[in-house]
């Protein structure tokens, strides 16, 4: 009943740029914390950024920290990856999460969406 739905992603050349939604339903999508994760092939789902339930608090990984912005509308049910200057290594599956917790710990997220494909060519 819980459904986490991506889109957004495509093909997108070094230094472009792309936006990624999250749209929530079955849930009270206001009452947890929402997340992106991504995962290459050969490598483990990292994480990218999270948000709040309110939105007042953010985190990023390293890797695009100055590049991402995470952001989310609750009166939409919808997440949000602006995703700026990106780069070859950005090519990944990327999956947004629900939890109840906010942070950049996997097993926090109780909810996945099936992931969006971002590839960036160099």
């Known amino acids: 009943q819980v459904q986490l739905v991506e889109s957004g992603g495509g093909l997108v050349q070094a230094g472009g740029s792309l936006s990624l939604s999250c749209a929530a339903s079955?849930?009270?999508?206001?009452?947890?914390?929402m997340g992106w994760f991504r995962q290459a092939p050969g490598k483990e789902r990292e994480f990218v950024a999270a948000i709040s339930w309110s939105g007042s608090r953010t985190s990023y990984a390293d890797s695009v920290k100055g590049r991402f912005t995470i952001s989310r509308d609750n009166a939409k049910n919808t997440g949000y990856l602006q995703m700026n200057s990106l780069k070859a290594e950005d090519t990944a599956v990327y999956y947004c999460g629900a939890s109840t917790s906010y942070g950049a710990t996997y097993s926090f997220y109780h909810y996945w969406g099936q992931g969006t494909q971002v590839t960036v060519s160099s």
């Open positions: 079955g849930l009270t999508f206001r009452s947890y914390s």
